[in-house]
């Protein structure tokens, strides 16, 4: 199955394609320039990975990659509350293309770890998620760095491959 | 048998180019845009078909090859879909993939797109990738990101693939116009990758270490030393050092008596088991500045040996090199001739082209002949632009060896008539222009030549240039008639633009060849109705004109034939025959007869076209002799008349009729006073400045004529009876006044002249200064009546003083061989000094400066100085009066505060002549 990661910049996209993949959470990544692409079998199901780079002069180019993936993953950095705003007006706007209609979406909030970050309920709201229709939703708080629910959204994506 | 197999063999062959020519086709044939476009699509597919996938971007790359261009929103929409393929494994697919986003590379703000991607193959283990990647991401990158990857690039260079360094040193090359400095940091890693034991490396690694330190002369050259010692065994980088090297030595300033820096390392490299070496070293020797014969001595041994090689690239290569150095040492080159007669039949016909034309420029006078016979062979199988560089080099040969004309326009006119295109005809044509021009002798097979050439010539406007040649120069030829048939022979046969200029060239030899007029007559009445308008028009009109002129003939063919006499001469003897005494009877044989004065003129005229060869200066003076009135005005008479008075009381002999030279004109009034005259005339008339005033001051063997030159600007005002008064008020006693001409009547708005004319002792040069007071009658014009008053009154107008200068004396000369003729004067009539010009921008300045000073030619292309250069030798050649040669030498040297020195060296037929050159230049 293919899957586009899409999220603000340091939003944790790289470090969950990493962990995905099996590989160790490193503390300081540098900014992804342009897109990674990664393979990973994870139970028998072969994952291609779209992981985008998340900063300004990336994000009209999201939807390029986003079109014929079994699904979009957005990740936010659940602890970055300031940025909640304009991570639900990013994420509302790509939900709005054509390319994307019907295009199931995983919202993570990565981070779980820090102190403050904020929970699903939280999340849910500030994504404003019950207002995208027409597709699945669903949304995880996940923590890169001590594995926390990384398990549950596997679980989640492999009932999705098809 | 051996017939049979070759006649099986081409079957064979021919049977399959058959096959072929069915079953051929190119994998490009029928490509569209619009076509590969859509199956760009299948970048997109989640199932890759990384073949296909391949062949569709070969089809996109040849698209752009082809010149096709994609729009934006194409080329986009192509770069986004080849980016989804960094997702194949296939390392074939990669490697087209590096190629189409270099090609396609759409705006910078999308292209950053692949640069994660690029960065991740730039780490891999795959070299196939790392090396194409570097190469893709410097290409694209800005020098922001520049930052975050040099480190990678960096420890590329010194990689131990040499693909992978190759790739990183030549993108530092194109860096350095992005961001010099982070490329500059690199100079460690550059300098091991110099020492790489990969051929490929080494030579990326020298241009990008030179490409960093170029702008800096002094690095350059430090680098250059350090190279020539290093151990560079790559033959590429052996010849980019060559290239350092020669440019290192161009900059150098040559000093006299060391040897040139490098030179050794240059003829070392003479040696090297690398042919492109040998040649580079060769060729850099060739291009050395003023290179001597000894220094080439070496260069043209191993291009000799090249001369037989057997590949053609080493022939072409050494025939061309000995061809730039036949330009300037022929002689260096002379033991080449034989080798190169032995490729004139060479099947390359360049080299043969080549051959052909050094052998014309290095060829002694004997081996012409020869040549002429092999050249004939072999012209008619070359092309036509070859054949021009053989044309034009016959012609130069021909300019140098006058005496072979006859074999060489013989070659000329036949090849003229042979095939060929118009640009080889007008070549041909064209040189023999020339060389008629040059040669006299070669004037009348040349123009029979010619004429035979447009007996059967295609080309109307070959045709048209001919004919206007033959009736320029056909009427002086001791036999025009014969050109006559050929001339008409085109009125006849040609279309209407031919016939006109036949017709044109006709009437000339009607017009200059009395015999021939009435002949000529005839045949332009014929011409009378031609179908063309333009054909008749000009026969009408010069049908009018000769038949004018040979009316005038049988009108005075019983008188004393007036036209025999200068007219203007006639009547002002004929003037003063009569105002003066009447006693003895008048004889017409004092008035010189026409064609004396057109000699004179001629001969005046010819002397000062003699020194205009290629002189600014002549040009000057000739420009100044034909503003001065001496031979326009009818004063001329008069003044020739005075001559003649004078000669015949014996105190000018007729041979100092031969004028020297003539000043240029100076203005004696002050340009301002001529705006006021046209202001107010009423302030001027009460001072007295009525009039322009110029002067030229004309310089003959034993006299010295001043003409002023005066317009009367004031309408309301007559000047009669004008004469200027001079008197020496600097200067020794040199000159005796002869006499006066006086201008009867100041001109309005016109130019009149009045002379002054001295007596000049004979050898002594000197300067003078005169002051000249300008006297004449003034009558006001009475408005009512517009007559002049009866009576006027004498004035007088202080004029500037008037110079007779030291230059005068000298005259420029172009001569061919300075040298020469340098060793033909004596020395003992040299005069040598040391001057201190002082502070001065450059030797160029110096030159100039001197070589205005003293107003002789610089010869040989001696004014120009090279630049950079710390000393300079200029010759310079003129003539004195008295016709003797001043030859001069001038050594400058310019040293570190820009004060320039210079040594002048004057040799000449007398001492006092050159003492004269010292003069000048002490003088100013």
Redesign the interface.
């Known amino acids: 199955m293919?899957l586009a990661l899409i999220g603000l910049q340091n939003a944790g996209k790289t470090s969950f394609v990493n962990v995905v993949s099996g590989g160790e959470f490193v503390e300081d990544m540098?900014p992804?320039?342009?897109?990674?692409?990664r393979?990973v079998t994870k139970n028998k199901v072969s994952i291609?990975m779209w992981d985008m780079?998340g900063q300004e002069?990336?994000r009209n180019?999201w939807e390029?990659?986003c079109?014929?993936v079994t699904a979009v993953v957005y990740v936010l950095d659940a602890a970055d509350k300031e940025n909640f705003p304009l991570a639900k007006t990013e994420l509302h706007a790509l939900m709005q293309k054509p390319a994307v209609a019907g295009v199931p979406l995983l919202v993570l909030g990565n981070k779980s770890d820090l102190k403050d970050a904020a929970d699903a309920r939280t999340v849910i709201d500030a994504m404003e998620l019950r207002r995208l229709s027409g597709r699945e939703v669903c949304c995880y708080c996940i923590s890169c760095k001590s594995q926390h629910n990384v398990d549950v959204c596997l679980e989640w994506l492999s009932k999705h491959a098809k | 048998m051996v017939e049979n197999s070759i006649i099986l063999g081409s079957e064979s062959v021919k049977k399959r180019d058959e096959d072929s020519d069915d079953v051929y086709y190119s994998p490009f044939w029928g490509i569209e845009k619009g076509a590969v476009l859509q199956e760009a699509r299948c970048f997109?597919d989640?199932q890759l078909d990384a073949r296909r996938c391949q062949q569709v971007i070969t089809k996109l790359l040849y698209l752009c090859n082809q010149g096709d261009t994609f729009t934006k929103t194409e080329a986009t929409e192509v770069f986004?879909s080849v980016?989804?393929l960094?997702?194949s494994k296939d390392s074939n697919l990669r490697r087209m993939v590096y190629l189409i986003i270099k090609e396609v590379c759409p705006s910078s703000?999308?292209v950053?797109?692949?640069?994660?991607?690029l960065?991740?193959d730039m780490n891999s283990k795959v070299d196939l990738y790392r090396s194409n990647a570097i190469r893709v991401l410097c290409s694209i990158t800005d020098a922001g990101?520049l930052g975050?990857i040099e480190r990678y690039l960096k420890q590329a260079v010194v990689d131990k693939n040499s693909v992978v360094s190759s790739a990183a040193l030549v993108s530092g090359l194109h860096l350095l116009k992005i961001n010099a400095d982070i490329v500059r940091r690199w100079s460690n890693e550059i300098q091991e990758a110099i020492n790489s034991s990969h051929p490929m490396v080494q030579f990326h690694a020298l241009s990008l270490l030179h490409q960093i330190r170029q702008s800096d002369r002094l690095a350059v050259s430090k680098l250059v030393t350090q190279l020539t010692k290093s151990n560079i065994r790559s033959p590429l980088a052996q010849c980019s050092i060559i290239r350092y090297v020669s440019q290192v030595i161009s900059q150098t300033v040559p000093s006299d008596n060391a040897p040139r820096p490098f030179f050794d390392f240059l003829e070392g490299c003479l040696r090297n088991k690398s042919e492109m070496v040998i040649f580079e070293a060769a060729r850099a020797i060739i291009n050395l500045k003023e290179v001597t014969s000894r220094e080439l001595q070496p260069a043209v041994s191993v291009l000799q040996l090249f001369l037989s090689s057997s590949k053609p690239v080493l022939r072409f290569g050494a025939v061309r090199a000995i061809n730039q150095i036949a330009l300037k040492n022929p002689l260096s080159v002379t033991n080449c001739n034989l080798d190169m007669e032995n490729l004139i039949s060479d099947q390359n016909r360049s080299i043969a082209t080549l051959a052909i034309t050094t052998l014309l420029k290095t060829g002694n006078e004997s081996s012409i002949e020869r040549l002429m016979k092999q050249i004939s062979v072999f012209v008619s199988d070359i092309q036509d632009e070859f054949k021009i560089v053989v044309v034009q080099a016959i012609q130069t040969l021909c300019l140098k060896f006058p005496h072979k004309h006859r074999t060489l326009v013989n070659f000329l006119s036949n090849i003229l008539r042979e095939e060929g295109g118009f640009a080889f005809k007008k070549a041909i044509v064209d040189s023999i222009f020339c060389i008629i021009k040059n040669i006299p002798d070669a004037k009348d097979p040349g123009l029979t030549h010619l004429s035979e050439f447009i007996e059967d010539c295609e080309f109307t406007y070959l045709s048209s240039q001919i004919l206007h040649l033959l009736g320029s120069e056909g009427p002086q030829t001791t036999d025009p008639s014969k050109y006559i048939r050929y001339i008409y022979n085109r009125v006849v046969l040609e279309n209407a633009a031919i016939r006109a200029s036949a017709i044109s060239a006709l009437s000339k030899f009607g017009a200059e060849c009395p015999l021939l007029r009435s002949r000529v007559l005839t045949l332009l009445y014929r011409c009378l109705h031609d179908s063309d308008d333009e054909v008749r028009d000009r026969a009408t009109l010069y049908v009018q004109n000769l038949e004018k002129l040979s009316l005038h003939e049988v009108d005075n063919s019983n008188s004393h034939k007036v036209t025999d006499f200068a007219l203007q001469d006639l009547e002002s003897s004929l003037y003063s025959y009569i105002s003066g005494c009447t006693v003895s009877p008048y004889s017409i044989s004092n008035v010189r007869s026409a064609s004396q004065k057109s000699k004179t003129e001629h001969g005046i005229s010819k002397i000062l076209s003699k020194a205009g060869h290629d002189s600014s200066f002549s040009e000057d003076v000739s420009s100044s002799f034909e503003q001065s009135n001496l031979l326009s005005n009818p004063l001329f008479s008069v003044y020739g008349s005075v001559f003649k008075v004078c000669s015949s009381n014996s105190r000018i002999s007729p041979l100092n009729y031969f004028m020297f030279q003539s000043s240029k004109p100076i203005s004696l009034t002050e340009a301002e006073t001529e705006y006021k005259v046209n202001l107010s005339n009423i302030k001027f008339i009460s001072t007295h400045v009525l009039s322009q005033v110029t002067c030229i001051v004309h310089l003959f063997q034993s006299h010295v004529v001043f003409e002023f030159k005066c317009t009367n600007t004031i309408e309301e005002q007559v000047l009669e009876d004008i004469s200027v008064s001079m008197e020496m008020i600097e200067g020794v006693d040199f000159l005796a006044e002869n006499s006066t001409i006086s201008l009867d009547r100041m001109p309005l708005g016109d130019e009149g002249s009045t002379f002054v004319i001295f007596d000049r002792k004979e050898g002594v040069f000197e300067q003078a200064k005169f002051s000249c007071i300008l006297r004449f009658t003034s009558k006001e014009i009475d408005p009512a009546t517009g007559e002049p008053e009866e009576e006027g009154y004498d004035d007088e107008y202080t004029l500037e003083d008037v110079d007779l200068k030291l230059t005068d004396y000298l005259r420029p000369t172009n001569i061919s061989n300075f040298k020469k003729a340098w060793d033909s004067l004596s020395e003992e009539c040299e005069c040598s000094s040391d001057y201190d010009i002082g502070k001065r921008e450059g030797l160029q300045q110096a030159v100039e400066m001197v070589i205005n000073i003293i107003g002789c030619q610089p010869c040989e292309g001696t004014e120009a100085v090279p630049p950079n250069s710390r000393s300079h030798s200029t010759l310079l050649s003129g003539v004195c009066i008295g016709e003797s040669q001043v030859l001069i030498r001038t050594n400058f040297g310019l040293d570190e505060l820009n004060n320039v020195t210079m040594k002048i060296t004057a040799r000449s037929e007398r001492l006092d002549i050159s003492e004269l050159v010292h003069a000048i230049i002490s003088n100013s």
């Open positions: 293919e540098i992804t320039v342009g897109f990674n692409m393979k291609k780079g002069r990336f180019m390029r990659y079109r014929g | 997109n989640s986004f980016t989804k960094f997702q703000d999308e950053i797109i692949v640069t994660s991607s960065m991740k990101l975050q």
